[in-house]
């Protein structure tokens, strides 16, 4: 399970929507408020990972990404990720399911703010 997530970190670094597929699932979900809209924002992971460019972020060098297994089990697990970005500060849990032997991610439910 920490290869998946290990995966997943050099895709936010890289900004290869390809790498995240290899442990995100297409049909997964990703929910989270966004307070501008004053609702609940849902989208399938698919179109979630449109936001990866690529390529690196300009600002690579300064964002900082971490995460913690919360809980893990034979067939599922929780993991809290840390986004600290110069523009944003974040809060993600990642439910994690094993599919056919292999760790995938199949939501993410987001939190975070601007930062002024």
């Known amino acids: 399970m920490d290869q998946a997530m290990k995966k997943m ?15 995100l699932r297409k049909d997964g979900a990703v ?5 501008s809209r004053g609702q609940v924002v849902t989208q399938t992971t698919e179109e979630w990972a449109k936001g990866f460019q690529g390529k690196p972020a300009d600002d690579e060098a300064q964002r900082k ?22 523009a944003w500060k ?23 703010q601007r930062k002024p």
Do not use: C
């Not at 970190?9 to 442990?23: K, Y």
């Open 9 to 23: 970190m050099r895709a936010f670094e890289t900004g290869d929507a390809n790498l995240a597929f290899e442990v």
């Open 31 to 35: 929910l989270g408020y966004s307070t």
């Open 65 to 86: 990404r971490s995460y913690e297994i919360v809980d893990v089990t034979e067939h599922a697990a929780v993991v809290k990720l840390t986004l600290d970005y110069p």
């Open 90 to 112: 974040g809060l993600d849990y990642l439910a994690l399911s094993k599919i056919d032997g292999k760790w995938m991610i199949v939501s993410k439910s987001w939190s975070g």
